[in-house]
């Protein structure tokens, strides 16, 4: 079940969910609008290998924008952080910043209850787009689990401790004989 902006605004306040910052403007029907971080890294390897760690080269996104071009690949971070020990959480790109050519957080859209994160996203583009530090960028909507429910900060392994950017951690994954 998805709960409604009513329900958002009254977990927000009962603390059962946490949006830092949160500003009650940006709750719509059955969603909270998130935002573009201030920060972007640019996977640099022509050559993406699941058994070693990405280099990147990270750029701050200045007021005046940062154009982003077809054949990179980005990873962003929201301004909010979220969590949730009652509910699991969905991060989706928005309509608006969709019909730029932006492709946004396309994989991995699951924030497990009691995970508590700024997202790391996934951005893509068609076209060469500019984009800018906190602009409105996505929704997130938050839905009741049903079942017994366990924490991600008891169960989670990647990602838990998460605070920033993050890139690919297949690697801990990936076993040397595999490739």
């Not at 990405?54 to 969590?83: A, D, K, N, S």
């Given at each position: 079940?998805?709960?409604?902006?009513?329900?958002?605004?009254?977990?927000?306040?009962?603390?059962?969910?946490?949006?830092?910052?949160?500003?009650?403007?940006?709750?719509?029907?059955?969603?909270?609008?998130?935002?573009?971080?201030?920060?972007?890294?640019?996977?640099?390897?022509?050559?993406?290998?699941?058994?070693?760690?990405?280099?990147?080269?990270?750029q701050?996104?200045?007021?005046?924008?940062?154009?982003?071009?077809?054949?990179?690949?980005?990873?962003?971070?929201?301004?909010e952080?979220?969590?949730?020990?009652?509910?699991?959480?969905?991060?989706?790109?928005?309509?608006?910043?969709?019909?730029?050519?932006?492709?946004?957080?396309?994989?991995?859209?699951?924030?497990?209850?009691?995970h508590?994160?700024?997202?790391?996203?996934?951005?893509?583009?068609?076209?060469?787009?500019?984009?800018?530090?906190?602009?409105?960028?996505?929704?997130?909507?938050?839905?009741?689990?049903?079942?017994?429910?366990?924490?991600?900060?008891?169960v989670?392994?990647?990602?838990?401790?998460?605070?920033?950017?993050?890139?690919?951690?297949?690697?801990?994954?990936?076993?040397?004989?595999?490739?």
């Amino acid at each position: 079940m998805i709960l409604t902006r009513q329900k958002i605004i009254a977990a927000v306040r009962s603390g059962d969910i946490l949006i830092e910052p949160f500003d009650q403007r940006h709750v719509s029907t059955n969603a909270y609008d998130w935002h573009l971080g201030d920060v972007i890294r640019v996977c640099s390897d022509p050559v993406l290998d699941a058994a070693a760690v990405t280099r990147f080269t990270e750029q701050e996104i200045r007021p005046e924008g940062m154009v982003l071009v077809p054949g990179e690949l980005y990873l962003g971070i929201t301004h909010e952080r979220t969590c949730s020990e009652a509910y699991a959480q969905l991060i989706n790109g928005d309509r608006s910043v969709g019909a730029l050519g932006v492709w946004v957080h396309v994989s991995a859209p699951l924030g497990h209850v009691g995970h508590a994160i700024r997202w790391t996203l996934e951005i893509r583009v068609a076209r060469a787009v500019r984009v800018y530090p906190r602009m409105a960028f996505g929704k997130i909507v938050f839905v009741a689990p049903h079942g017994d429910s366990v924490s991600y900060q008891q169960v989670g392994r990647k990602y838990r401790s998460s605070s920033g950017i993050d890139v690919s951690q297949l690697y801990d994954e990936v076993e040397r004989g595999a490739r």
